[in-house]
């Protein structure tokens, strides 16, 4: 039996995001960058950056919950744990992808660092 037996519209459920990428590109590739995480990858297409943002995601997830001690005792990254056990409670990368919300941007370097970058 369907759910069209019955006439009962389909139920999707959302779970709550936890999570951001940010989608950004310049002229030659896209920069996926996880804020709450401070994780960023680079690619040739934004699936390929997003692939390998939530690959990044689960390794460092794996990473912080074997040096659990070290990690959650760092300044810099003691705050992810809540992220982390959200990871590692996914059985798989659509399971993540439900805790992330992606947004879309352009990668802008300010005039400053384009001046300092050229006196290298």
Known sequence: MTLDTYNLPPKISLSEKRLT???ARDEALVCAFCPELDLVTEMATPNEALE???EAMQDYAAEYLEELAIYQNAPNRGHH???IQAIAACKD???IRMLIEIQHGRIQVSTYCSQFAQRL
Request: zero cysteines; proline letters at 8%; hydrophobic letters at 65%.
């Open 93 to 95: 990368a659509w399971d």
């Open 52 to 54: 390998d943002m939530l």
């Open 21 to 23: 990428v940010i989608l």
């Open 81 to 83: 744990l809540p992220y």
